[in-house]
C-alpha cells in the first residue's frame, strides 16, 4: 500500500463547468475525509465518510458539491458549475476507525477555475 | 469553538540554528495533536502525533510537546538543515466523538545555507 492516492493531481477548468476529484484511500483505513485549503491558510474539513456512509458535512460544502463513496473504498468529490472562489487544493485523508495512529494526507489535487 | 492559532507566521533562520515552532488551542478538550510538514504545493505529511495523555513525542531531530491544560504545544527542531524549509501545521482532533482535524494557518520554515 503506497498511501493516499488522489487524481488529478492538478485541473485547470473554465467557470461553470463540473470537475470530479478522485481520491484512494490506505486500503485498511474504513475513515475518509476531504479537507480544502486555499493559499496560506490551513485545510478546513469539507466532509467525512466511515465506510460507505456520510456522516458529516461542513457549512462550506455547498449544494454545488457532492461527495460517494461507493461500497466503502474509493471517494469522489464533484464540484458543478465551478466557481473562481473554488479554486484550491483539495485534501483527501484516511484514518482507521479509531484514528489512533492519525490522519494520512493525499497529496491534493489542485484546482484553477479561469 | 476550537481554534487553533501558530506563532509566528514565517520564520528565517540559518542552517544549524535549533527552533521553536508553537501552536495553541483554545479547547483543552482534545483527543489529539499531530504536526505536519508541507512542501510548496504538495500535500501533508504527517511528522509526529501526540495523544492526549501523552506529553511529548520524538522522531530525530523533532521533538513534539503536548501541554493540554493551558492549550499549548511546541515542535522543536534540532540543528535545523535548508531540507527542512516547509511550512508545518499543527492540528488537534476534540475529544468527544468528533472525527475532523482542526489546523492552524502554518508556520512557514526557511532554513538558508
Known amino acids: 500500500d503506497t498511501g493516499v492516492s488522489q487524481n488529478p493531481r492538478h485541473k485547470i477548468t473554465k467557470r461553470g463547468q463540473n470537475v470530479t476529484f478522485r481520491c484512494d484511500p490506505i486500503s485498511e483505513h474504513n475513515r475518509l475525509y476531504w479537507y480544502r485549503q486555499t493559499l496560506g491558510q490551513g485545510p478546513e474539513f469539507l466532509t467525512y465518510f466511515q465506510n460507505e456512509a456520510q456522516l458529516e458535512k461542513s457549512r462550506l460544502l455547498s449544494d454545488r458539491f457532492s461527495a460517494e463513496r461507493p461500497k466503502g473504498s474509493f471517494s469522489t468529490l464533484e464540484i458543478q458549475r465551478t466557481e473562481q472562489g473554488d479554486s484550491a487544493m483539495y485534501l483527501c485523508?484516511?484514518?482507521?476507525?479509531?484514528?489512533?495512529?492519525?490522519?494520512?494526507f493525499g497529496s491534493g489535487t489542485r484546482l484553477t477555475v479561469v | 469553538k476550537q481554534e487553533v492559532t501558530q506563532i509566528p507566521a514565517a520564520l528565517s533562520v540559518p542552517e544549524g540554528e535549533n527552533l521553536v515552532l508553537n501552536c495553541s488551542f483554545t479547547d483543552s478538550a482534545i483527543y489529539n495533536l499531530q504536526w505536519f510538514r508541507q512542501d510548496p504545493g504538495k500535500g501533508l505529511t504527517s511528522l509526529l502525533l501526540i495523544q492526549s495523555s501523552q506529553r511529548e513525542q520524538t522522531s530525530g531531530r523533532l521533538n513534539a510537546s503536548l501541554d493540554k491544560s493551558s492549550g499549548r504545544s511546541t515542535l522543536y527542531i534540532a540543528a535545523s538543515q535548508p531540507g527542512d524549509s516547509a511550512t508545518y501545521l499543527c492540528?488537534?482532533?476534540?475529544?468527544?466523538?468528533?472525527?475532523?482535524?482542526?489546523f492552524g494557518a502554518g508556520t512557514r520554515l526557511a532554513v538558508h545555507p
Open positions: 485523508a484516511s484514518s482507521s476507525w479509531d484514528s489512533s495512529y492519525g490522519y494520512t
Open positions: 492540528a488537534v482532533r476534540r475529544s468527544g466523538g468528533y472525527n475532523k482535524l482542526i
